[in-house]
């Protein structure tokens, strides 16, 4: 068996010693990226073994142009962020890169949890922080890293508790897996060309302006998007808990009480490219994990191959009523290690 499929994680004497992540509060979003710009600073650094610094100016030019197009509220702070930390801040904030796994558990009292790990190539997780942001309809805690506007992840005591999930490249064409390359040109086509949303600015503008579950679902169910992408939403009640699986102008819900997702579409009438990292084995074990016992919706037992990979670089734990714990993990070439921790329940 190899080292990765032996971890067991208890937060007691793998997470509790572990230094603590970065938090924020009382702060905006453009004092967090001041904070924090030796983060950013060093994820460029590592960005940059695999995109040199003009190909990630090339990068910022275009993203530039695609904020614009989509009329995204956010792309004046963006612009600030850009002014303060340098280049890539742009093609971060446009970029879609992540393969993640996520399950809607229940405690004893039947309400949902949300269970997540974030999978990317990039060795992101020593880079990311959280913060808390107060807005008109509540405050929220965002799981994000340095100069990025959107969200990926986030919680909303009270309310609901979110993340996004990278979704497979439709397939545009009849040719199966052999027309991959092109139904990838094909979708890059078309996103370049749409004014929909991006789909981490259309989560943030839900923390900020969504009052519950309902609204919450409604515009992610609703609103144009400029790529394809699935949600995982978890609300505060007995019975609030979906995934939202998106097309640019469609959306298919599964509510079954088994909530779980990866990378590959669930709709049976949608194909698709499945992303990397195993989705389907990804997924199998997301739905087996989910129907283990309530009594462990608040424990890392969850945690474990292939939904832990040597791609994953985040984990959480969260629910609408006070839980949030987070841990930042790297791979040192054997083994997946945990480097830092918060626990805010």
Same mark, same amino acid.
């Given at each position: ?6 971890? *067991?994680?208890? /937060? ?6 572990? $230094? ?29 073994? @695999? ?66 790990? @974030? ?7 020593? *880079? ?24 990926? #992840? &986030?919680?909303?005591?009270?309310? *609901?508790?979110?993340? =996004?999930?990278?979704?497979?490249? $439709? ?13 990838? &040109? ?20 839900? *923390?900020? #302006? ?10 992610? !169910? ?20 979906? =995934?939202? /699986?998106?097309? /640019?102008?469609? !959306? ?10 990866? #990378?590959?579409?669930? &709709? ?7 992303? $990397? =990292? ?6 199998? /074990? ?22 832990? #990979? ?36």
């Amino acid at each position: 068996m190899s080292e990765l499929a032996q971890i *067991f994680f208890t /937060e007691e004497f793998d997470f509790k010693p572990l $230094p603590k992540m970065p938090f924020y509060e009382g702060l905006s979003r453009g004092d967090v990226a001041i904070a924090e710009k030796c983060n950013f600073d060093g994820l460029l650094h590592r960005l940059r073994h @695999l995109t040199p610094r003009f190909l990630l100016k090339i990068g910022d030019r275009i993203g530039s142009r695609m904020l614009v197009r989509t009329n995204s509220p956010y792309q004046n702070e963006i612009q600030d962020f850009a002014a303060h930390l340098g280049v890539g801040v742009e093609t971060l904030n446009t970029g879609y890169e992540w393969a993640c796994t996520a399950i809607v558990r229940e405690n004893s009292d039947r309400r949902p949890i949300l269970h997540r790990v @974030l999978d990317w190539s990039l060795p992101m997780g020593a *880079f990311m922080h959280v913060a808390k942001y107060e807005t008109a309809v509540g405050s929220y805690y965002d799981i994000n890293w340095a100069g990025n506007s959107g969200i990926i #992840n &986030a919680v909303a005591p009270g309310r *609901f508790a979110i993340s =996004i999930n990278q979704a497979p490249i $439709p397939q545009h064409c009849r040719l199966g897996i052999l027309g991959f390359p092109f139904d990838w &040109a094909i979708q890059r086509f078309k996103t370049f060309r749409s004014k929909g949303w991006l789909p981490s600015h259309l989560l943030r503008y839900v *923390f900020e #302006n969504a009052k519950d579950y309902s609204e919450a679902v409604r515009l992610l !169910s609703e609103s144009k998007l400029v790529i394809p992408v699935i949600f995982t939403v978890c609300g505060k009640d007995v019975g609030e808990k979906c =995934i939202i /699986e998106r097309r /640019e102008n469609s !959306s298919h819900t599964i509510q079954d009480w088994n909530v779980c997702t990866a #990378n590959h579409w669930q &709709a049976q009438k949608w194909k698709g490219h499945a992303r $990397p =990292i195993r989705s389907r084995d990804r997924l199998e /074990e997301a739905q087996a994990q989910s129907g283990i016992g309530v009594v462990d919706s608040f424990h890392w037992e969850w945690l474990s191959p292939p939904i832990l #990979n040597k791609h994953s670089i985040m984990a959480f734990i969260a629910d609408a009523h006070g839980l949030f714990k987070v841990v930042n993990f790297k791979y040192d070439g054997l083994r997946v290690v945990p480097i830092s921790y918060l626990n805010l329940s």
